[in-house]
């Protein structure tokens, strides 16, 4: 499938990948790829105060994580700078535009006039109209001519149709004194020229639209089809802020949550299909639309995030997760696994992604056999082995000698000693578990013993037993 449509991202370079700005990104990455388009990046560095190479770099790396691929080469929008100064000069000559003389003293008295009268202090220049015969030899800068009276209609795919009363506009500067273009400017000439047919961006932008407006009308520009998402709230229903938790996209990461839930989950941040809480990507890819985005604010819940996550834990396959788990490690600066075990988690893979939520909780699960012999118990599972039981595993351990390596064999002679010394099952595990993990939260006996292997549980037992 392929069609015209062109998504993008322009994330300014704030140090980070905001949340928020990866569920915009999520929502323009599906849009695209749902629909055979394309879905483009473009870096907003037009502010050379705050730039710096590394904050482009935060934002790659967590799209990198959340594998939000964009087509093409990554858009600089200060690169652009020239064509958005030609776009400047095309609305001058198209009369849609206009030199500005009027000096600061001026703007200010027009507002405080303005102000005194209960007029709207938005600036409307009285260059707008000047003859150009008339213009002095001195700085200027280049306005956008505001519309006389009427209104501004933008056609929202979420929010419906919304009507600016143009008096709330003002005659916009497009170019400073000193020739730089303004960044609403660079956003308009951005999206024309790298083709962007829908734009899917927070609502705090909505505002921006009407102004923007007035740019495409004045270079006869299509406009996109504009969808502005309510903003993410915390859960006591305030803009989402650091208070109430990580706020970076790579912090989670940082956390253990793997990608796949977090891309799940983002997407049912102000979006739905249904009742649908778990969806794998190409359900979300196939079931994404603009349509599914709600007009109320999403609020964040890190319970339904781990509930999320632990189900994409679950169905993920073996060896890709054992390979996000090693990322994790590295993004969270934690050593890595040898490759010793990195093979034994992938061999344990099976038994350890069943109700785990996040990476680290796997590998607290995986303890057993990321761990080598002397097995040294947790404060909790060394209670288990007590004299009694120490007994009990000597006694356990022959029985195991020669038998055939089963899950059956093995249920068969640990249920049936279980029963001849007239204890519970229960009562064999906990000794089981701190002999073999160390550990009192475990996969199953069997699980483990099968992982492990049978010398390396006789030894395991052994140990315990005369410990
Ligand atoms: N650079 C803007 C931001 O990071 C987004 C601009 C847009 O999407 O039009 O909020």
Known sequence: MCSDIVTRFAPSPTGFLHIGGARTALFNWLYARGRG???????EDTDRVRYTPEATEAILQGLDWLGLDHDGDVVSQHDQAPRHVEVAHQLLEKGAAFKCFATQEEI??????????????????????ADPSTHPDAPYVIRI????????????????????????????????????????????VDDHDMGVTHVIRGDDHLNNAARQM?????????????????LIHGPDGKKLSKR???LGAEEYQKMGYPAAGMRNYLARLGWSHGDDEFFTDAQAREWFDI????????????????????QHIAIADDAALRQETEDYLAAAGLPPLSAEQSSG???????????????????EKGHFVLTSRPIEPDEKSAKHLDPVSRGMLGELTPQLQGVSWERETLEGVLNAFAEARDVKFGKLAGPLRAALAGRAVTPSVFDMMLVLGQDETLARLQDAASG
């Open 37 to 43: 388009g394309k879905f483009l990046l473009r870096i």
């Open 108 to 129: 200010e008295s027009f507002r405080e006039e303005a102000r005194a009268a209960g007029r709207s202090t938005l600036y409307r220049s009285p260059w707008r109209d």
């Open 145 to 188: 001519k505001a519309p006389d009276g009427g209104e501004t209609v933008i056609r929202d795919a979420v929010q419906g149709d919304v009507t600016i009363d143009n008096a709330q506009l003002d005659d916009m500067i497009l170019l400073r004194s000193d020739g730089s273009p303004v960044y609403m400017l660079a956003v308009v």
């Open 214 to 230: 007035m740019i495409y009308h004045g270079m006869g520009w299509d406009v996109p089809v504009w969808s502005h998402i309510p």
């Open 244 to 246: 109430h938790g990580a």
């Open 291 to 310: 349509d599914g985005i709600r007009r109320s604010p999403a609020q964040f819940d890190l319970k339904k995030l781990e509930n999320i996550c632990g």
């Open 345 to 363: 988690l992938e061999r344990a893979m099976y038994c350890l992604k069943e109700r785990a939520k996040t990476l680290p909780e796997l590998l």
